[in-house]
């Protein structure tokens, strides 16, 4: 099409209007070819267009499209002030209802710290689906007397919300969990399946999963911190204590942790282990004696996206391989998540997925990825539904307070050295659904110089839309 094209609504209403009049004299010749009796004289009609204030040929006939074009035009004035402020090693894109608005260095590799989240969690929802649940089974031979014959083994089904009443209840935790699985609960359910003494020992099976605890890219002033250690039978995030103060707050092992912990929630109830807790496989054929259910995965991604849990981003990456993939690893998983990105037709050049969480600093995304995925969601959808309200809740709670977009601003958070980021929804006045994706890499964030762009952010998308709706331009 030439460059030169005429606008494509005038073009087709004029078309349509030179039909008609082509139409209209060929019926009047063919009427006056005709031989009938005089009709009797009636009054002229009223003039047709006496009422008709908008000309044919009007945008008016188009309001959606003229609404649409002078909104975005203005849209776009607006953001140049947050184009002006994002630096070459940065990105910014931002679009309404999927179709893109405007960009910087949209397609340019950046580190996105926790906006990986994103991409963990649209995945997962997908492929999984928001009903999925992770069991904890106790496993063993139990017989008439109430005795387990032999060890009773606790089977990890990759549940990464599971706790204890004393961990979840400690005060001091920044983002303390929620949608959790009790533990205590898979003990009651044993003293209710008449279990009254393990001859054997509890045994902890993580197998599921392979044991890399920590990712071998993260730094090690991480590990226990913010992620990790992490295994298919994981209890209070594999940390000894409800708050982590120094690395040796973490389990060395998380399985062997985990059965230790249950080992303890059996003898408070009066059922005695003879022989301890220790780490193993659990033997083919046994049966259950009692199994426990996590919260639905769109519980557990809400959780995630809310307190920013690195632990349950790496855990759902884990379960995407175990489930779809070649087996329960992180390269297995993200192999599954990259050929769904795939499928869904995203720009994928340049980007690198390296774990589940954004605590590599070696992965790579673009804006242009993060905002098509927002764009394929919505913001009341199972994925926004997790997401951080400025001013409101999460790693959000303390930001946009007092802003025009407090209360309505949902977006990821994430932050490391030099990084920043920051990726969602605003539903704009009328019913569109903005899409944003804010990453900055540089230096000068670390003392704060990231909040002049979020600031101009939020002044900027709420201007949407700042010109007249489709009612007010429809014709009259």
């Known amino acids: 099409m030439s460059r030169r094209a005429g606008n494509p609504v005038i073009v087709a209403v004029s078309m349509a209007v030179s039909i008609t009049m082509v139409l209209l004299v060929a019926w009047q010749w063919a009427e006056a070819s005709r031989t009938v009796d005089a009709a009797p004289a009636i009054d002229a009609p009223a003039d047709p267009t006496v009422h008709l204030t908008t000309p044919l040929l009007s945008f008016r006939r188009a309001p959606g499209v003229l609404s649409r074009t002078l909104n975005v035009t203005q849209f ?28 910087k260095n949209e ?33 063993g031979e139990l017989g008439p007397d109430g005795v387990v014959q032999g060890d ?33 609960q898979l003990a009651d359910d044993l003293v209710a399946a008449g279990v009254t003494r393990v001859a054997g020992r509890v045994v902890g099976d993580g197998s599921r999963y392979d044991d ?21 039978l994981m209890v209070n995030d594999g940390w000894l204590r409800p708050v982590f103060t120094r690395p040796s707050d973490a389990a060395a092992d998380p399985v062997a942790h985990a059965a230790d912990v249950f080992t303890q929630l059996l003898r408070a109830r009066g059922i005695p282990v003879s022989q301890g807790s220790a780490v193993g496989t659990a033997p083919a054929g046994v049966p259950t004696i009692a199994e426990i259910q996590s919260q639905p995965l769109s519980a557990i991604v809400q959780e995630m996206l809310l307190t920013s849990d690195d632990n349950t981003a790496e855990m759902l990456v884990k379960e995407l391989g175990s489930q779809l993939g070649a087996g329960g690893t992180t390269d297995a998983g993200l192999a599954v998540i990259r050929d769904m990105l795939d499928q869904w037709e ?41 997401l951080p309200v400025a001013g409101t809740s999460g790693t959000l709670a303390a930001s946009f307070v007092d802003s025009p977009v407090t209360g309505r601003l949902q977006a990821k958070t994430g932050t490391l050295s030099g990084v920043k980021s920051l990726s969602g929804y605003l539903a704009a006045t009328g019913g569109d659904q903005i899409e944003f994706a804010l990453v900055l890499n540089e ?32 014709p009259r």
Do not use: M
């Not at 776009?76 to 630096?87: A, E």
């Not at 679009?95 to 960009?103: C, E, F, K, Q």
């Not at 969690?121 to 009903?131: D, K, P, Q, R």
């Open 443 to 474: 230096p000068a964030i670390d003392d704060g110089g990231f909040v002049s762009v979020w600031d101009a952010l939020a002044t900027s998308l709420v201007t949407y839309p700042s010109r007249a709706t489709t009612d007010q331009l429809a």
């Open 107 to 139: 397609l340019l590799p950046v580190i996105p710290a926790s906006n990986q989240k994103l991409i963990v969690a649209a995945t997962s929802l997908a492929l999984l689906g928001e009903g999925y649940t992770f069991r904890t089974e106790a496993i």
């Open 76 to 103: 776009r004035v607006q953001l140049s002030s947050v184009l002006d402020r994002v630096g070459p090693g940065s990105c910014v894109a931002v679009a309404v209802d999927g179709n893109v608005v405007s960009v």
């Open 346 to 386: 995203l720009p994928l050049g340049g980007v690198v997925l390296v774990d589940g969480s954004g605590l590599s600093r070696d992965n790579r995304v673009t804006c242009s990825l993060l905002v098509g995925l927002l764009g394929l969601g919505r913001a009341d959808g199972a994925i926004g539904a997790g």
């Open 152 to 184: 009773l083994t606790i089977v990890g089904g990759g549940d990464p919300l599971l706790t204890t009443d004393d961990w979840l209840g400690a005060t001091g935790q920044t983002y303390p969990p929620i949608n959790t699985s009790r533990l205590e």
């Open 212 to 232: 890399q605890w920590y990712h071998p890219t993260w730094d090690a002033s991480l590990h226990g911190l913010e992620g990790g250690p992490l295994d298919a």
